[in-house]
């Protein structure tokens, strides 16, 4: 099976057997309610109810066991975006992906983190000042004019080809903007038009560039796309540049590419040696100064328990706090089967935590082997046949 079927998949399965447990805090509530198997389980909402710890949130309304969290979700789109664009990222088709599903008229149902939130306002946004600023490109239209050319450039922006040159483009513009326009022909305003539409479309298609992730959010979704960018990219002369930049589709923050970094370069890691010593000595030689302070105080307590591990460094959704659990968690297990329940066991955000588990236990272990990824497991997804399809079009 190719790396990046068998990462994703890590990943998938990882998501969906903590999905029942997924921002429950409490962790006696949650070791009573699930035992020694707290994989799959449905959720119950009344887990969550008259909780002590306040922070435990019951957010998967209507899902069974099998289906996957928002995590999972988003690092699906990043596979779509993949798959329509042959197999090499492209930030634009990434966007036009997670707008698409996430966004209203979509077919997500269910929880928006804030980083998918602020994405969709940002996209948005982005464009809304674009065609604002173009709006002041002054050449003798009228405003009426103006806001029946401005129509033309959106329509022909949902037919923008990126297998074309920008030329290419623009002369489609051009016929597109002609084609509608009165029998009667002026020349002069016929330029006019042309003038202002392309440069409405180059204002818009420049903004493009920018990212629209949250500047201000350091927590798991900035790691869920990096799975099949790691598979693809981990040999690639631009392989930090991709984990950058995928990291800051959801969020644009510092802190979070630091980290994302180190996840990176373990799963890079587990992929080529399939050696989970490897995998935490790649943490340490891709770790900030403050992020490996972190990694060898959770390996100085490598004989405690996770769980004890967890409460130590914080069980929400802040990678400064996952890292190091999960850096315990491998030195720990060698077996996908105990990583994950070990993981879910460790309450709060585990679903979070469990995507980079999952891919990094698939990479060194392999699917259905004895220590990787249990095919039964695989089976119990809600939506094993839509992944399958999917997966083998990358």
């Not at 969906?16 to 799959?40: C, I, V």
């Not at 959720?43 to 996957?68: C, M, R, W």
Request: a negative charge; aromatic letters at 10%; proline letters at 4%.
């Amino acid at each position: 099976m190719r790396k990046v079927e068998e990462v994703v998949w890590g990943s998938l399965v990882a998501d969906a057997a903590s999905m029942g447990f997924h921002w429950l805090y409490d962790q006696d509530r949650l070791k009573n309610a699930a035992g020694t198997r707290p994989e799959f389980h449905d959720p119950d909402p009344s887990l969550y109810e008259l909780n002590h710890q306040q922070d435990s949130t019951f957010v998967h309304h209507n899902k069974k066991a099998g289906d996957i969290t928002q995590y999972a979700e988003q690092l699906l789109v990043m596979v779509r975006a993949l798959v329509n664009n042959h197999g090499e990222y492209s930030q634009a088709e990434f966007e036009k992906e997670f707008a698409r599903f996430f966004g209203p008229g979509g077919p997500y149902v269910g929880y928006i983190d804030r980083p998918t939130e602020v994405v969709l306002y940002n996209l948005k946004k982005r464009e809304r000042d674009a065609y604002a600023d173009a709006r002041s490109f002054e050449n003798g239209l009228t405003e009426e004019e103006k806001g029946v050319l401005e129509d033309e450039v959106m329509v022909k922006f949902k037919f923008y080809d990126d297998g074309m040159t920008l030329e290419e483009n623009l002369e489609l513009l051009d016929r597109w903007v002609l084609i509608k326009q009165d029998y009667k022909r002026d020349a002069e305003k016929d330029k006019k038009r042309i003038e202002y539409c392309r440069n409405m479309f180059n204002v818009v298609l420049s903004s493009k560039q920018y990212l629209c992730g949250d500047v201000g959010d350091d927590q798991f979704p900035a790691i869920v796309k990096l799975p099949p960018i790691v598979a693809l990219y981990h040999d690639k002369e631009n392989f930090t540049e991709m984990v950058d930049v995928s990291t800051r589709l959801t969020n644009n923050n510092d802190v979070a590419v630091s980290y994302a970094k180190v996840y990176a370069a373990m799963l890079a890691a587990a992929i080529e040696t399939k050696n989970k010593n490897a995998v935490i000595e790649a943490a340490r030689e891709s770790a900030t100064p403050e992020i490996l302070e972190m990694i060898e105080a959770a390996l100085s307590m490598v004989g405690k328990p996770n769980r004890e591990i967890a409460h130590h460094f914080g069980l929400s959704c802040h990678l400064p706090y996952g890292l190091p659990q999960n850096i315990h968690l491998i030195a720990n297990c060698d077996n996908y089967t105990d990583a994950v329940r070990m993981n879910i066991l460790a309450a709060g955000d585990n679903a979070g935590r469990s995507i980079m588990i999952g891919a990094i236990y698939a990479a060194l272990y392999g699917i259905g082997s004895d220590n990787g990824v249990p095919l039964e497991w695989i089976d119990r997804l809600s939506r094993k046949q839509e992944f399958s399809e999917l997966l083998a079009k990358i």
